[in-house]
């Protein structure tokens, strides 16, 4: 029978082979480009009957459509933050942290002012 102390299941990752997208600045890129992503899948879910220009007409049309449209949007920063921590990107995920904190001003004016 093998010597199961022979295996490290808890050695340190090599800074090394870590991937470079493993920066704050790389999730705060994600996660400004996260929300643009999710505007088209909330298009492609709810509106694929209409043409893309019409949404976005519907989209620029009053500040209470862009407030909403634009907080379901940052849902998708969501799904992105927990695959960067799943996959161990904690400087990644901390800047898609950052990113959707940036969003909040934009997405308050938008709903009160």
Do not use: C
């Not at 295996?7 to 704050?24: A, C, L, T, V």
């Not at 879910?45 to 019409?54: D, I, N, T, V």
């Amino acid at each position: 029978m093998e010597n199961v102390n022979e295996f490290n299941f808890n050695k340190p990752k090599d800074p090394d082979s870590q991937n470079k997208f493993n920066r704050i600045f790389h999730g705060v890129i994600f996660g400004i480009i996260g929300p643009l992503i999710g505007f088209w899948i909330y298009y492609l879910m709810q509106f694929s009957h209409k043409s893309p220009m019409a949404y976005i007409d519907m989209f620029l049309s009053t500040q209470e459509v862009q407030a909403k449209i634009l907080s379901l949007s940052i849902i998708f920063n969501l799904a992105l933050f927990f695959i960067f921590l799943k996959i161990d990107f904690r400087s990644s995920a901390l800047g898609i942290l950052y990113a959707t904190f940036a969003y909040i001003p934009v997405v308050l004016y938008l709903k009160f002012f």
